[in-house]
């Protein structure tokens, strides 16, 4: 019996196949992985945080799919599930539809939401906040100048969490009610006074179709001060008591 000789190029090209197509499946239905390069979630995520996100938590829609490929319609959600007042989720900036951001869930569809000297208030409530002795340059104030006091915030769905706050009358500290639309979200940064989220309308209410996922825990943390070369340095500079943490 003849047989037909194999490449092992070919079995090799498979092979790679393969595992990019499966690469790619986890990332679409399952988890993927992001990096944090800005402060704007302090204390709760630091600059140089690696994350996994959820993509199955709230449903597939368009930016689930890899370059937000258009194989789902617009304003489509599959196997859609409500987030959670409070979620750290990552979405699609509204503005282009490209740019990944990640703030926390403040606003759910049909709030008045509005923040009046500092304070975060939700449907006319004031949500309930206390300073905690911890400051916010613990976490990461050496390194970038943030002198700023943490609270912890208490959501009226009862989740809490860090919150930071250099001062309450800053531009963000005072501003008019914003009325959630049907289908959207109010989108906060932790770091108060160094956010760009909802309030600023660069980035305005996120639409449902732009969640891209939630923010489970974390894999790795570095604080950024060894290059990938200096392998003498990088033990000293990951913070290992960060690896594999939630994120809430």
């Known amino acids: 019996m003849k047989t037909k000789a194999v490449s092992p190029y070919s079995d090799v090209a498979k092979t790679v196949l393969y595992a990019v197509v499966i690469a790619i499946g986890v990332r679409t239905i399952g988890y993927e992985p992001f990096n944090i390069p800005s402060g704007s979630m302090i204390p709760t995520l630091l600059v140089g945080d690696y994350l996994f996100v959820s993509k199955w938590s709230y449903g597939y829609s368009r930016h ?35 740019t990944d951001y990640i703030k926390r869930l403040i606003g759910m569809p049909g709030d008045r939401i509005q ?17 905690v002795p911890a400051s916010c340059e613990d976490d990461y104030g050496r390194a970038v100048g943030i002198r700023a006091t943490r609270y912890v915030e208490t959501l009226p769905n009862g989740v809490t969490h860090f919150i930071c706050e250099q001062s309450d ?14 289908d959207h979200y109010f989108a906060m940064g932790d770091n108060r006074d160094n956010s760009q989220d909802s309030r600023a309308s660069e980035v305005g209410f996120i639409p449902r179709e732009n969640l891209v996922g ?33 994120i809430s």
Do not use: C, M
């Not at 370059?67 to 409070?86: H, M």
């Not at 923010?215 to 008591?241: C, D, H, M, Q, Y």
């Open 64 to 98: 689930s799919l890899p370059f937000s490929l258009p194989l789902i319609p617009s304003n489509t959600r599959i196997l859609f599930t409500e987030p959670q007042r409070g979620d750290v989720a990552v979405f699609k900036l509204p503005a282009d539809n490209k």
């Open 115 to 131: 923040v009046t000297g500092g304070v975060l208030h939700i449907n006319g409530q004031a949500v309930k906040r206390e300073r």
């Open 169 to 182: 009358q800053g531009p963000n500290d005072n501003t008019g009610v914003y009325t959630v639309p049907p």
């Open 214 to 246: 939630r923010a489970e825990f974390l894999f790795f943390s570095t604080n950024g001060s060894a290059a990938w070369w200096e392998v003498w340095k990088i033990p000293f500079a990951l913070r290992f008591a960060r690896f594999f943490n939630g």
